[in-house]
């Protein structure tokens, strides 16, 4: 779906530079990485593809992901120093640079590991403009832009799993934007990313969670912009 | 309710039909589409105005290189030139140069800019703008205005043409933040809403064509000091239409123009870094020693 232009698309955002792709956008898909994860890593890998490997040490692409892992949002000061931060925090970090022509010019997967916590690997792009998107989260397809409060959910396969979960967002009157689902296969694990026009209650997610098929529930909220 | 403005002739209709300046029939379109009210629009603006103003005086005051080390003190030689007294610019154009490259270098250095319309492109409105409000001492109201203009240009281009250098070459942002840059002036000016528009066809045209070269794939060479240029070049295409001089071919096919061309582009000229500037000797060289730089 393609979102409509707002004035504050052309001026703006406020960002650290030089670059809306390589900077802000590698800064958007930490951002909502780390959103998902949950938790400030205790370690976290990056492998980064093609442009954002080529040029990425240039354009802080490096610092960016990090910072925005860290929970720094594009106008943030301190993504300069992320690297530093991390340090501070005792997140241990780590680049790969590689090549890869399947690949999305500007793609990066981020390898998250915290003690509490299953790690998690979650691939996004930067499409330009600072508009970004996850791609893939522990191998599963999503499409998670920033631009809506998302659920994601990772459950059993199994008839009526997605009519329980529509049911208890209808019981909200939210208007579901878009809706995508994906599985290994059938009767194994499937996954669900809804984009929402509402804010959805927290005691609403925490019935999410209580239902026993579903092995991971998380409500990312929209990035400001 | 949905108003349709699609292109430039839409937008001039409903200025016309509602006897308004262009900066309020954004603002109202703006303050509708968003659902918030024309004030809190005009307070988001108020911030990215800030956020240019600091950048602007962040970057005044750095000699910092950026992290490839290809730029960062070229502002600094600007400000002691002009110290010395000698410039063939008046005081007004000497701070329209010093605080583009003072905001781009900003952003080199991984300072902080608002983008406008890009980050590649960030010094040139900011400087026009905010650089010829002081001299003319316009108040922030005006500047706000200015600004909005500006924004609307951007907008109504962006409806065809994708502003990435990756999709449509350098026109598309430096050249699209040039016309911006020079209807925000004529607004500044209490120009016509016609002469604005004009303003910004007329930048447009002496633009199109003008490939993304960029060395090293980085953010820098040519684009450090193509924002101080067009900074300058943006002034002249307000000054040229406040003269009622017109645009021959009338600014949406302007744009359409600029869609094709950017098509027409090879790919090798789009942010890939694979021709032209990047792919001379020199900076093939450059390229080859960050690429060792960086391996270490």
Excluded at chain 1, 18 to 42: K, M, Q, Y
Excluded at chain 1, 170 to 176: A, M, P, T
Excluded at chain 2, 216 to 224: F, K, S, T, Y
Aim: with cysteine; aromatic share 6%; hydrophobic share 40%.
């Amino acid at each position: 779906m393609e979102k409509v232009k707002t004035l504050f698309d052309i001026i703006g955002p406020v960002m650290i530079g030089p670059s809306s792709s390589h900077t802000a956008g590698a800064v958007r898909i930490g951002l909502i990485a780390g959103n998902i994860f949950g938790e400030i890593p205790s370690k976290v890998r990056f492998r980064m593809y093609n442009s954002f490997a080529k040029t990425g040490k240039g354009h802080g692409t490096d610092r960016g992901l990090l910072g925005g892992i860290l929970g720094m949002d594009v106008d943030n000061d301190s993504i300069k120093k992320a690297f530093d931060n991390a340090k501070k925090l005792g997140v241990d970090y780590e680049f790969e640079y590689l090549e890869d022509y399947n690949r999305h010019p500007n793609s990066a997967d981020i390898i998250l590991e915290h003690p509490d916590l299953p790690k998690m690997e979650i691939s996004g792009i930067s499409k330009g403009a600072g508009e970004v998107a996850i791609t893939k989260i522990n191998g599963y397809k999503f499409n998670i832009n920033g631009d809506f409060d998302t659920l994601i959910l990772i459950y059993k396969d199994k008839p009526g799993m997605v009519y329980r979960v529509t049911a208890l967002l209808q019981g909200q009157n939210i208007n579901i934007a878009s809706m995508h689902c994906d599985r290994n296969a059938k009767g194994q694990e499937a996954s669900m990313g809804i984009c929402l026009d509402g804010v959805l209650p927290q005691y609403v997610i925490d019935e999410l969670a209580k239902i026993d098929e579903v092995y991971l529930i998380r409500n990312i909220e929209m990035l400001k912009k | 309710m949905i108003i349709k403005t699609n292109n430039f002739q839409d937008i001039l209709n409903i200025a016309i039909e509602k006897n308004k300046r262009l900066y309020e029939v954004c603002e109202m379109l703006e303050a509708d589409n968003s659902e918030i009210s024309t004030e809190e629009v005009r307070d988001r603006v108020k911030h990215i105005l800030d956020s240019m103003k600091s950048a602007i005086k962040e970057g005044l005051n750095s000699e910092e290189k950026s992290v490839s080390g290809l730029c960062g003190n070229d502002c600094a030689k600007l400000v002691k030139k002009y110290k010395d007294g000698k410039s063939l610019f008046s005081k007004t154009y000497q701070n329209v140069l010093k605080y583009s490259l003072a905001t781009i270098e900003q952003n080199a250095r991984m300072g902080k800019i608002a983008a406008c319309p890009t980050a590649g492109s960030c010094g040139i409105v900011p400087s026009v703008i905010i650089a010829i409000a002081e001299s003319l001492d316009a108040n922030e109201e005006i500047q706000i205005n200015s600004l909005i203009t500006a924004g609307l240009i951007g907008k109504i281009i962006s409806n065809k043409l994708a502003l990435a250098g990756a999709v449509a070459g350098c026109q598309s942002e430096c050249g699209v933040a040039a016309a911006m840059a020079a209807a925000g002036l004529v607004e500044m000016y209490n120009g016509t809403n016609e002469q604005i528009i004009n303003a910004a066809a007329l930048t447009l045209k002496n633009i199109m064509g003008l490939v993304c070269d960029p060395v090293a794939g980085l953010v820098e060479v040519p684009c450090v000091k193509r924002n101080a240029f067009m900074s300058i070049y943006a002034v002249t295409g307000a000054e040229l239409a406040m003269a009622d001089i017109k645009s021959v071919i009338p600014i949406d096919e302007i744009v359409d123009a600029m869609v094709q061309v950017g098509e027409m582009m090879s790919p090798k000229l789009k942010e890939s870094s694979e021709a032209g500037l990047a792919a001379t000797p020199s900076g093939i060289k450059i390229t080859e020693e960050l690429a060792d730089k960086w391996n270490q």
